[in-house]
């Protein structure tokens, strides 16, 4: 899923009801305190719109960003083994938005590998 859809999302609306509103004769049709008070509504919608899309994309961004390669010396999980936190060499590392499907299976002393600029992330089991 696009980090920028829940922009699109929320700010496709209000642009096509905004060129409803805008047309001359629509516009003739609608009382003017009604007019008004849906540019801002719809400027409201705009401004949350914005909001949610820089908050959405600033996780994976931030993720981006990580560059590890060690064995985990600590790992936690927020809820039960939905959203794993870890540590290596000292940096907790919340990994939240990067590409693994088994979440549930990281453990003390497994090697987590992430390079910079990518969400994959690479898990290496320890032996038993």
């Not at 047309?23 to 409201?44: D, G, M, N, T, W």
């Not at 590890?68 to 959203?83: D, L, R, S």
Request: hydrophobic letters at 45%.
């Amino acid at each position: 899923m696009p980090i920028y859809l829940p922009f699109i999302v929320l700010v496709l609306p209000f642009f096509i009801v905004l060129i409803i509103l805008l047309i001359p004769a629509v516009r003739s049709q609608i009382r003017p305190e009604k007019y008004y008070r849906a540019i801002i509504f719809l400027s409201i919608l705009l401004a949350g719109g914005f909001l949610i899309a820089f908050w959405t994309m600033r996780g994976p961004n931030e993720e981006k960003n990580y560059s590890f390669n060690g064995v985990i010396e600590k790992a936690y999980y927020e809820k039960p083994k939905e959203i794993p936190h870890i540590t290596i060499k000292g940096v907790e590392y919340d990994l939240c938005y990067l590409n693994y499907l088994d979440y549930d299976t990281i453990v003390v002393g497994d090697i987590a590998i992430k390079k910079k600029g990518t969400l994959n992330f690479i898990l290496i089991k320890k032996k038993k």
